[in-house]
């Protein structure tokens, strides 16, 4: 076992929970939650540490942006944002899945994405890790950012306009935010890349995450999900 790599994963995990819960992003329940998601995620390379710290230290700020204006408009709107354990399991459960086959199955150590006839395990799992956090950074930017647009959103079910704040809505800034989420991911992934592979040869990551992002926040809306109040 790379003792080495247990420590920095406990130091990693205690940082990115103290921080939350200070800052009150996130609750006890939370907290716990963050730590077991950062120790999971830096076992399994510091690339799955660094898209972890994109989409959470983004998301948590986003969150708390004019706070004020967006407790006018959603009715559910939280004071603070503190996310619960559930919260936290529900946007970064799945990549702590991910991360674990990726101990258990290839190792610790980062292999670089390759795409051609024989696709390996580790880039459909490194693929499946981006394409999480694509997702789920572009549909929170696209939520805490698409709130506060200036007209009124489009049901994209009926292309209506419909109030702020109305489950499934549609604005031209929620979705530049949530472009914008994904172009943020990507290029975190590209920067660990390059500092531990050193190599540059990644950057079509950047375009794919780029991508990604809306594409998912509008996936998850034409499924009928209401969970939350998108763009």
């Known amino acids: 076992m790379d003792w080495t790599r247990v420590g920095v994963s406990i130091a990693v995990s205690v940082a990115l929970s103290w921080r939350g819960y200070r800052k009150r992003s996130l609750s006890t329940s939370g907290a ?54 559930i919260q936290v399991f529900a946007n970064s459960g799945l990549a702590s899945a991910v991360a674990l086959c990726y101990i258990w199955l290839v190792g610790a150590d980062q292999a670089p994405i390759q795409f051609g006839c024989s696709i390996p395990l580790s880039t459909l799992l490194l693929s499946a890790l981006i394409g999480h956090y694509s997702c789920s950074n572009g549909d929170t930017w696209s939520s805490e950012l698409g709130v506060l647009s200036s007209g009124n959103p489009i049901l994209i079910t009926s292309f209506k306009r419909v109030p702020k ?31 531990v592979l050193r190599s540059l040869s990644e950057w079509p990551v950047i375009l794919v995450a780029t991508i990604a992002a809306p594409l998912g926040s509008l996936v998850r809306i034409t499924r009928g999900d209401s969970s939350r109040t998108t763009c």
């Not at 604005?171 to 914008?180: C, D, E, N, P, Q």
């Not at 989420?181 to 890349?193: E, T």
């Open 165 to 195: 704040g109305t489950n499934g809505g549609v604005s031209t800034l929620g979705m530049l935010a949530s472009i914008v989420a994904g172009f943020v991911i990507g290029f975190a992934y590209f920067i660990s890349s390059a500092l």
């Open 32 to 85: 716990i939650a963050a730590f077991m998601t950062g120790f999971i995620h830096t076992m399994a390379g510091y690339t799955f540490t660094m898209l972890l710290g994109a989409f959470f230290f983004t998301a948590s700020w986003l969150t708390k942006y004019k706070s004020h204006e967006k407790a006018k408009i959603e009715e559910d709107f939280k004071e603070g944002g503190q996310r619960t354990a």
